[in-house]
């Protein structure tokens, strides 16, 4: 922490906790306000202006990700089109467009603002001209509540964390909301699964339900529009690839549409300038090959023969368990398909026979249980035989960042500890 901005509201209450704090500026609000120039007196903007972004840090410490606005702008606040993948020439296309067609809407991001989905749908909005509705923390009964009251088109959301309580509070009180201004909710940062989708449809089949898939540092990856009664094998989505997105294998050359090789999921064009103050971790992660600058955070993928890509999940994750490997958010979706599991994590855990066991850390639903046996049964009728939870450990609550990211080294952590207990 380097600075503490003081702002007075008129109470005079003393603010305890400043002593000791030596090598921290403290600065009064009012004073720093009245000292700044009252004229425009500072260079012009630029698309070479930084817009730094934080991880998740699903596995680690979150990174600071720089953006230029120009980057950003087209990779994560509609300067390319979603579904076409056109190009916009000038920013004010955007609210033109807008003004042209059906006009602004009412949005509601449910993701906080720390979080890039929060940051750049709320970005998306002003550029829009939209009607932006904030809470300052998530509660499903609540914002459904707010849907009604503030006639919410757009419902963005992060992933399972924040669509099954969702989910579960619409199902039990949708008779007392007028959701009619709804039409589509979104999700990003984060794995919907399709059993989650499905509940939400069947209660409002009206609604366009739509699965975003990206990275801070690259933008987003591929959308997919959720179809009712689809099937998947339980994890992440197949989606259309966005512009510049592209899988690669380790020489940097694009995976073969049809062929079932597994590569990384890699994006060039408007892309990030690296990471704040990791020039080491930048070269890893954003590598110039044969003059062609890529980012490639570590998400691995294959390409279906029509040219969709499928996501298995981030390789600092995945599961070795007797030389095959196991992608933990594709068992993650298989059990969330079953009706006891409120929320889960799959993580690795040692093992002498296997190098490492698959293992599920499990939150059931209030009233509800499984056997291990029960959730393996499950299983089988999604994923392969391999990837299926050879362990099973209960908690009372997933970890999870308040943007509804994962908590991986905590769940592998939690598995650990409750094995060793169980031979104790």
């Known amino acids: ?81 979603a579904y076409t993948n056109e190009k916009v020439q000038r920013p004010e296309e955007l609210s033109e467009k807008c003004a042209a067609g059906a006009g602004p809407i009412v949005f509601f991001p449910i993701a906080p603002l720390m979080h890039g989905a929060g940051q750049v749908s709320t970005i998306r909005g002003f550029i829009h001209g939209d009607t932006t509705v904030l809470v300052r923390k998530f509660d499903a009964d609540e914002a459904w509540k707010l849907v009604d009251r503030e006639r919410v088109n757009v419902l963005g959301i992060t992933g399972d964390a924040m669509a099954r309580p969702l989910a579960d509070s619409l199902q039990e009180s949708i008779s007392n909301y007028d959701l ?71 020489d940097y050359n694009e995976v073969v549409p049809g062929s079932g090789d597994v590569g990384r999921i890699a994006r060039t064009g408007n892309i990030p300038l690296g990471y704040y103050k990791d ?10 090959v044969n003059g062609r600058r890529y980012s490639v955070p570590g998400d691995f993928a294959k390409v279906e023969e029509d040219g969709q890509i499928t996501l298995l999940g981030r390789g600092s994750i995945m599961i070795n368990t007797g030389g095959e490997k196991v992608y933990p958010e594709e068992v993650e979706g298989a059990l969330k398909a079953h009706p006891a599991v409120f929320d889960c994590l799959v993580v690795g855990v040692p093992d002498q026979r296997w190098g490492e066991a698959v293992a599920a850390v499990v939150q ?61």
Request: glycine share 10%; with cysteine.
């Open 180 to 250: 009619t201004s709804l039409f589509s909710i979104g999700s990003s940062a984060a794995i919907f699964s399709q059993s989650i989708k499905e509940q939400i449809m069947a209660l409002l089949p009206n609604l366009l339900v739509v699965d975003s898939v990206g990275a801070t540092e690259t933008g987003m990856n591929g959308i997919k529009i959720a179809v009712p009664g689809e099937e998947t094998q339980g994890g992440p989505a197949t989606v259309k690839a966005s512009r510049d997105s592209i899988v690669i294998d380790d």
């Open 364 to 424: 059931f639903r209030p009233g509800t249980s499984a056997t291990l046996e029960e959730l393996a049964a499950h299983c089988r009728d999604h994923v392969a035989g391999y990837k299926i939870p050879k362990r099973l450990y209960l908690t009372d609550a997933i970890v999870r960042a308040p943007s509804g990211k994962p908590d991986y080294p905590w769940a592998k952590q939690f598995a650990i500890k409750a094995g060793e207990s169980e031979k104790a």
């Open 1 to 81: 922490m380097k600075h503490i901005v003081i702002a007075e509201d008129g109470s005079g209450a003393a603010i305890d906790g400043l002593e000791g704090l030596d090598d921290v500026v403290v600065v009064d609000y009012q004073a720093a306000r009245d000292a700044q120039s009252p004229v425009r007196d500072f260079g012009a903007r630029s698309g070479d202006d930084i817009h730094m972004i934080y991880t998740g840090g699903t596995t680690g410490m979150p990174k600071g990700v720089m953006w230029r606005q120009e980057d950003i702008f087209y990779s994560l606040c509609g300067g390319i089109d």
């Open 279 to 288: 020039p080491e971790r930048t070269a890893l992660v954003f590598p110039v």
